[in-house]
Every structure is written in C-alpha cells, then in structure tokens.
C-alpha cells in the first residue's frame, strides 16, 4: 500500500532532460554491456588508453578483448583491423572527436560503439550505438543514457531491476555543506563499489534529480571556462585541441605532469590523474602512458567563474616555476 503522510522527502523536478528517447540505465560501464548484449558482439577492441574499470566489466561478463594503440589526436592506430562479430570501442577523449572523423571511423570500422563520457552535450549519431555517463558531468552518484543507434535491445527495460542511489550520495550532498578532503575516502569506498553493479534500469533519485538541470546554464558556462583558460595558457598547451561543445575539462599537456599536480593539491586545485591503470601497464616510451601521466584535465565545469579559472591558470603557472627551481 502506497504511504501517504510523515515527513516529506526531496522535491520531484518537473524541467527538461538534455538527452530524451534514450534507454536510461545505472552506470556508463553496463550500458556498454547492455550494447554489446543488443550487438550479439563476442569481441570487443579497446584502446590501451582505457579505464580498468570497462575491461574488468567486460572480461567478468565473458568478453574477448583486443587492443589498439591511438594517435596524438586519439584516433585509433591506421594498422587496427576488425573482423565480423567484433566491435570497436571508440572513446571520444576529452571530447575531441570531431562529427567527420565519427563518421569516417563508422565508414572505415562498421561496427563501433562511440563512449561519450567525455562528451554529455554531443548528441548522437543516428546510425552509432552511443553511450554516455552523467556523474562526469553533474552531481550524481551514478547514471548512464544509452542511444541504440542502429541495434535493437535484447532484452525489455522493464525485465531490468532498478537501481537504487540514495546510499551512494553522501560524499556528493557532504562536499555542498562541507569540503572535498572530508569525504574524499567516501568517493573512493562508493566508486568501489559500483564495481560490483549489474545492468540496470537508472535509479528514480538519479532520474528525478536530471530533471532539475539547468543544461544551457551549465553548457554555456563550461565553454566561456574552456575559452579563458585556453586564452591564458592555449600558448603553452603543446596538446593540439578545440573546444567542443559543452567540455568536460580543459586538457593541457606538461612533460612533468605527475608532480605539477601534486603541487597544485596543495593550492587546493585538484586535477585527477584518469587511467591510472595505464601507468602501471604501459611502457614509460609509449604514448598511452605519456597522456595518462602528463595531460592535466584543468577543471572547467559550472561550478566556477572566470575568476576562478584566472586563479587556476595563475596556480599552473606558478606550480611549473616551483618545479623549475626545484630542479634546476
């Protein structure tokens, strides 16, 4: 029997979501699952470039994997070569891959499935399987939209479980009130755990919470922030780059990457280090472990102003003088 009375729980937003139509699931690892299911895939390519977490997803769930190398421009390596039944797992980093070279990857691969967590405002192709993860971009503890491209589902959402957030939110609604640091090792215990999540349908509090979005505020704010950093350090940035639209953050790219973000902790200017993994599986020559150590995603998102993203270029720029007298 439904409750009615007691204490009154969140609000239900009632405004628009940015991406409509679209299967909506738990996490941006099982909606790749769900589209390889839709694929009747057996094999997956993967760039060496890659999260850990998205190989484990895949290996646990049976799963053949096979690597390929990516260029300066994080294009896969002109040598990879995709047989019948296999697909292309094409990650859109940083949001740099332009429409053109999409598509020309479609033409060339056939069978790819696009990963834009990079890259949530980018609408999909209607021909290309595309994946995208909300936490990336937002407040959320978890979520993914999956746009079927040209697979149908194998199986019905509604034979799918719900998911359930309301465990997963506390370092997210602590770091409102209070500071990052504090709940640092409560992000890290919950993105544990979500290693363990099967393919389900997005959670109501999840859903509820992308219907309160301003996305235009929080698109147009991401690019006005990429713009000023780009301006105050684009003459520095050796990483050939373009704004695209709505950016995830504002990569740089310094040979000394690994200590010029230690040193910008302690201006508490936080910049994560993204696949990790590959550092301690690739060959120090290579350029998967050169990106993953020294390109630095500059934060950009619609928590901050220009002034902030000022302070942040001022930061960097310090840090890399300390760094210099330090070794000279």
Known sequence: MKEIGGYLELERFTGNEYH?????????RTAL????????????????????????TCRKAGYQLKYYHIDRSF??????????????YLVNFYGQLEEEQILALKRTYKNIIL??????FQKPHEYIPTLYSVRKFFGLSDGAYVSMGNLE?????????????????????????RTASEFYQTMLDHAHELDHE?????????????????????C????ENFRKLDELLGGENTLPIHMPKGPFAYPVYHPN???????????????????????REMPQDSLEYDYAANILPLPCDQRYCAEDMETVARVFCQCIKELETTYA
């Open 153 to 177: 589902a194998r199986f019905p959402l509604e034979k799918l479980e719900q998911d359930c957030s309301c465990q997963r939110m506390e370092h997210i609604l602590g770091r409102y009130e």
């Open 198 to 218: 099967m393919v389900s349908r997005m959670s109501a509090l999840t859903d509820n919470l992308l219907h309160g979005i301003d996305y235009e505020k929080a």
């Open 257 to 279: 990457g690994m200590e010029l973000r230690r040193k910008m902790a302690e201006y508490h200017i936080y910049v994560p280090t993204y696949w990790g993994n590959v550092l």
């Open 33 to 56: 699952l769900y589209l390889l299911k839709a694929a009747e895939a057996h094999t997956l390519w993967v760039p060496y470039f890659i999260c850990e977490a998205v190989t484990d």
């Open 75 to 88: 294009l896969p390596a002109p040598d990879t070569v995709i047989e019948p039944g296999e697909y292309l």
């Open 115 to 120: 990963d834009n967590t990079h890259a949530f």
């Open 220 to 223: 147009h704010t991401r690019e």
């Open 20 to 28: 409509t139509g679209m299967v909506k699931l738990n996490l941006g």
